[in-house]
């Protein structure tokens, strides 16, 4: 995993590292028994769409299927060879309706499409047909929707972008030094190369993990049916990226280790912790700024703040701020103090959870497990 890590930073992906790993998992597994499904939620403009394209670079591309949009119908007419053992890349899940995502989450629990026509014979007569089309894919989704549908978000690995100052400062240092002509491009190529490549001799085993029984995930956590089936699923995809370095058992089944667990777990602590949290990724690390913007306001009485001192505070456009508020509003972490439609509202922090709190005690009981192994 270090050395893939490596490759994919080289390869042009800067920052975002567990997000990059998360991501490269999922997508490597679209030949696999097992296969994952990542959607990344975060606000326009914050380089979802560029991480999945970036990632998904490095599979081969006869075996992804790269589209903006898509209809069901378009699903449905698909064959076997378009769809099955492919890495499905969706760069706009906005843009689907409520047929296509019914489809998308079809694909996502059975692996195939079943769908009942009707058809004309040669007779001229009409008779149903019964068609399915084999869809046994990975997929990495890409959004701008704070809220999801359960039925879509609980079949997907929901992972959120690093919207800081830091990675922002991060992507234009980038930007700055590609277009002075001091980065690389053949070297990045390289990187890309080499990352198919390994995808292709990548065989598809059964994996059997002797430590499945050994780690608890938290029982707090939203939909922790499905949370625990991916978990499992992760992990034995990381097995069969190790598989070179893997022993087999009698019945050929590639058997996990305990480094393979501590990786998983690792690496997908902040998959866990979106299904735990209330709130979306974008929506939670805007809450935190808040709250550490009303933390260095005078003390003595509760902070009253307006929509227009947020936005020139974090210098966020007014759409995107809007729908921060109307969502912290519907949650019950914020509340109008005082103020009319016509004058403006003037808001307060009605709840001030403890997210980071409980973050590290999932971390702690997680680290706990894992030393018990």
Not at 91 to 119: H, M, W, Y
Not at 209 to 233: S, T, V, W
Not at 341 to 365: A, C, F, L, V
Request: hydrophobic share 35%; charged share 30%.
């Amino acid at each position: 995993m270090a050395n893939i890590d490596k490759l994919l930073e080289q390869s042009g992906i800067i920052g975002e590292e567990n997000n990059r790993k998360i991501l490269f998992v999922a997508a490597s597994s679209y030949k696999m028994s097992n296969p994952l499904h990542v959607m990344v939620q975060a606000s326009s403009g914050s380089g979802k769409s560029h991480l999945i394209n970036s990632i998904a670079g490095c599979m081969p591309q006869n075996e992804v299927f790269n589209t903006t949009s898509l209809t069901s119908k378009s699903l449905y007419y698909c064959t076997d060879k378009q769809l099955n053992n492919k890495l499905l890349v969706i760069q706009d899940f906005d843009g689907l309706d409520e047929d296509a995502e019914l489809a998308l989450r079809e694909i996502q629990s059975f692996k195939q499409l079943k769908r009942t026509t009707v058809e004309k014979t040669a007779s001229k007569n009409r008779k149903t047909v019964n068609k399915t089309v084999k869809a046994s894919l990975a997929s990495l989704i890409a959004t701008t929707k704070t809220e999801i549908y359960h039925d879509n978000e609980s079949r997907s690995i929901v992972l959120g972008i690093d919207e800081s100052e830091e990675q922002t400062l991060k992507i234009i240092r980038q930007q700055n030094q590609r277009k002075a002509g001091n980065i690389n491009s053949d070297q990045e190529l390289e990187a890309q190369q080499i990352l198919r490549n390994c995808m292709k001799v990548l065989k598809n085993y059964d994996v059997v993990n002797p430590y499945a029984d050994k780690i608890d995930l938290p029982l707090d956590a939203r939909m922790l049916r499905r949370l625990n089936g991916q978990f499992q699923d992760f992990i034995c995809q990381i097995t069969l990226l190790h598989q070179y370095q893997r022993k087999t058992d009698s019945k050929k089944r590639l058997v996990s280790t305990k480094e393979d667990v501590q990786l998983a777990v690792e690496i997908f602590f902040d998959a866990i912790i979106m299904k735990v949290d209330d709130l979306s990724g974008n929506i939670r690390q805007f809450f935190e700024k808040l709250k550490d913007y009303i933390k260095r306001q005078p003390a003595g009485t509760t902070y009253k703040f307006t929509q227009r001192e947020i936005r020139e505070e974090m210098k966020i456009s007014a759409t995107p701020i809007n729908t921060y508020f109307k969502a912290l509003q519907e949650m019950e972490y914020i509340q109008i103090a005082e103020g009319s439609p016509n004058r403006g509202y003037k808001y307060i922090i009605s709840y001030w959870d403890t997210m980071e709190k409980k973050k590290s005690e999932i971390k702690d009981n997680l680290n706990h497990q894992l030393k018990q192994l």
